[in-house]
């Protein structure tokens, strides 16, 4: 891949980035590293009011969405060509029963028309529980990694809208466990991770690996217009298996796309490779 002229294309240049969560602490150290490059964070706008995590305020759109409405929102705050925004989501892991975070950090170059998305996704430390103890609470909070990771208290249920956010501390954790156990109908209360980036450093962490995939990305040029943002789009199963030969489910190849216009090559990955037979249908039905 080639990246010297992509990645002079953003040296020195300034960004704006929309949070009100400290995301420029992991963010801005990389761009600096990587162009010589400033992000400038906005301000004056509520990112929560787009959704929140504790599901108070839904999310309008999906996840890409969201992201582009924040870089976008911190281009006209801040009156710049270019803007960066990063955007979270919690489910079921692809695999297994535990959490899992897929983060979105979203570039908006209006200058060139393009949008370069980078990503990663891993484990989370996303819990939650109903408890009517102290000794319960106290249990919880420790699996939860309190009070490195902050907490989220309501009364009865997930959607009780008597929310005390951001708890990073023993003493407030137990006043507001108390005060929503009195203002509970069920005797129980219900109590979660706080999601937010700047209360949450595993999902923070999570924001840094994603920053550097989109940074990897800005680097990469087309090499037919020479637009930064080339990238995989999808890998080509068909490795032929080294017991049978037949096809198996492992790349052979990767399609790559440009982000400004329509090129795309086929980039062969398993010359000299043979796929494993547990991925074939054949040796492995």
């Given at each position: 891949m080639s990246e010297s002229c992509a990645a002079d294309s953003y040296r020195g240049k300034r960004f704006s980035l929309l949070t009100q969560h400290g995301k420029e602490r992991v963010m801005s150290p990389l761009f600096?590293?990587?162009f010589g490059a400033t992000l400038a964070v906005a301000t004056g706008f509520d990112t929560d009011s787009l959704g929140s995590f504790t599901r108070d305020i839904t999310r309008h759109g999906n996840q890409l969405e969201a992201a582009r409405k924040k870089a976008e929102k911190g281009m006209d705050l801040l009156d710049l060509p270019c803007g960066i925004a990063s955007e979270g989501s919690f489910g079921p892991a692809p695999f297994g029963f535990f959490p899992w975070n897929i983060e979105l950090v979203f570039l908006v170059d209006r200058a060139r028309g393009i949008e370069i998305v980078g990503r990663a996704q891993g484990m989370a430390r996303h819990l939650h529980e109903q408890v009517a103890t102290?000794?319960?609470?106290?249990?919880?909070?420790?699996?939860?990694?309190?009070p490195g990771h902050g907490l989220v208290v309501r009364p009865d249920g997930e959607n009780d809208p008597r929310i005390r956010k951001g708890l990073v501390e023993w003493p407030l954790l137990h006043a507001a466990f108390d005060e929503a156990l009195a203002q509970s109908s069920s005797c129980t209360v219900?109590?979660?991770?706080?999601?937010?980036?700047?209360?949450?450093?595993?999902?923070?962490?999570?924001?840094?690996?994603?920053?550097?995939?989109?940074?990897?990305?800005?680097?990469?040029?087309c090499p037919q217009c020479g637009a930064p943002g080339f990238w995989i789009l999808e890998q080509i199963a068909g490795l032929p298996c080294r017991d049978c030969d037949l096809p198996t489910g492992e790349a052979r190849a990767e399609r790559w796309g440009c982000v400004a216009a329509d090129h795309f090559e086929i980039r062969e990955v398993g010359e000299g490779r043979l796929g494993d037979p547990s991925r074939c249908d054949r040796c492995n039905p």
């Open positions: 600096a590293e990587s102290r000794g319960a609470l106290d249990a919880f909070a420790h699996r939860a990694g309190f219900f109590i979660e991770s706080d999601l937010r980036a700047h209360m949450n450093p595993t999902r923070m962490e999570m924001i840094r690996t994603a920053t550097g995939n989109l940074i990897e990305r800005m680097k990469s040029e």
